[in-house]
C-alpha cells in the first residue's frame, strides 16, 4: 500500500473528525508533504515506512488525544519524533521487536514552551505519569519521552539516579 495525496488527505480528514487538531499526518505518519504536493513516504533516514492500513487508524487517536489535553494543560507544543512505523522501518531505526509503534499507539514526543525552549524533560515526565495514573506505558530517555496506550502500567526511566 502506497502513501499519496489522497491518503494523507483522508488521513488528515480523519484526525480532525477525531478531534485531532495539532498533530499532522507528516508527524503521525513519519512523512513529509512537499511543496508540490506530493508526498515523500520515507523517514529521515530515507528508510521507506509503508503507511498503516486504515483498519488501524483508530489506534493512533487514544495517545493523540492525550498529547492534545497535555498541550492545553501545560501550555506547551508537544513534537513528536516518531510515531507510525512499519515493521521493516522499525527494526531499521533499532526499535525492540513487536513496539508498539508497530501497533501505532505509541509516540516519541519532546515538549517545547511557546517561545522554543526545552520543556524540562523529567518534569515532563513526572506530569504524564501522575495523569496517566495506573495504565499505559511511559519511558524516559535524556531528550524525549515515549508514550504508548498499552492497557497495563508500564514504567521506565533511564537517566535518573
Ligand atoms: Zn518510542
Not at 124 to 134: A, E, H, I, Q
Request: charged share 25%; glycine share 6%; proline share 4%.
Amino acid at each position: 500500500m502506497k502513501i499519496n495525496t489522497q491518503y494523507y488527505n483522508e488521513f488528515w480528514a480523519f484526525l480532525k473528525s477525531n478531534g485531532i487538531k495539532n498533530f499532522t499526518p507528516d508527524e503521525v505518519l513519519n512523512c513529509e508533504e512537499n511543496s508540490n504536493g506530493t508526498i515523500k513516504q520515507d523517514a529521515d533516514s530515507g528508510v521507506y515506512n509503508d503507511p498503516p492500513h486504515q483498519k488501524i487508524w483508530e489506534a493512533c487517536i487514544p495517545v493523540l488525544k492525550t498529547l492534545e489535553e497535555v498541550r492545553d494543560e501545560l501550555g506547551i507544543y508537544i513534537v513528536v519524533n516518531s510515531f507510525w512505523r512499519d515493521h521493516h522501518y522499525n527494526r531499521v531505526v533499532g526499535g525492540t521487536a513487536n513496539s508498539y509503534h508497530t501497533k501505532f499507539i505509541a509516540a516519541d514526543i519532546v515538549p517545547h514552551y511557546k517561545n522554543g525552549r526545552l520543556y524540562p524533560i523529567i518534569a515532563f515526565y513526572d506530569y504524564l505519569d501522575k495523569k496517566l495514573g495506573d495504565a499505559w506505558g511511559l519511558q524516559e530517555y535524556d531528550n524525549r519521552v515515549h508514550i504508548d496506550s498499552r492497557e497495563e502500567k508500564y514504567r521506565k526511566t533511564y537517566y535518573r539516579r
